[in-house]
């Protein structure tokens, strides 16, 4: 009869033998979860209130993009009935509308698609001031600001002035 000799293989418990598959992961760092930092819930605006935020929002920008329309014969804008049209070739028509039954305002963007903006108030947390807190209007899934995204992809900037008298 013919031997065959057996391999035997030990346990070794110790952290030489605890590497992963690749050389560099002997202690491999557990990974940490994407920091997010937008806020997940509109503030607590009366009807009165939201009418006068998205007013002076949406006036703000038709008096922006009159001033871009001067500049570029091919940007038109037209604002009626709570409804604003922005024809900004080559990107194609945005829309924008107040929706006063969930005090948002909406945008169809044909770059970014369709989002939906909620008023925050940021900086008013119980570490602050009462009354301190500055707004903005905040696409909540991803904490995009209305102004950001119209920067981005009109050139426009339509930043809230926090400073200026309310």
């Known amino acids: 009869s013919v031997s065959v000799p057996r391999l035997v293989r030990s346990f070794h418990p110790s952290s030489a033998y605890g590497k992963g598959i690749s ?17 997940a819930e509109p503030a607590s605006i009366s009807t009165e209130e939201y009418h006068e935020l998205s ?4 006036d703000k920008l038709v008096n922006k993009l009159e001033q871009l329309q001067e500049e570029r ?10 409804v ?4 900004f070739p080559p990107a ?19 770059t970014s698609g369709p989002k939906r903006f909620d008023y925050v108030v940021s900086g008013e947390s119980m570490h ?7 707004g903005d209007w905040v696409y909540l899934r991803d904490g995009t600001t209305l102004s950001e995204l119209i920067r981005k992809e009109l050139s426009v900037d339509v930043t809230v ?5 309310q």
């Open 92 to 110: 194609g028509t945005y829309v924008l509308n107040k929706q006063p039954p969930n005090k948002q305002i909406w945008l169809s963007s044909p």
């Open 84 to 87: 604003l049209n922005i024809s």
């Open 55 to 58: 007013d002076a929002y949406i």
């Open 161 to 165: 002035d926090h400073d200026a008298p």
């Open 73 to 82: 014969e091919d940007v038109d804008c037209d604002y009626s009935a709570g």
């Open 23 to 39: 050389p560099e992961s002997s202690d491999p760092q557990p990974k940490s979860p994407p920091a997010t930092e937008h806020v």
């Open 128 to 134: 602050e001031k009462e009354g301190c807190g500055s």
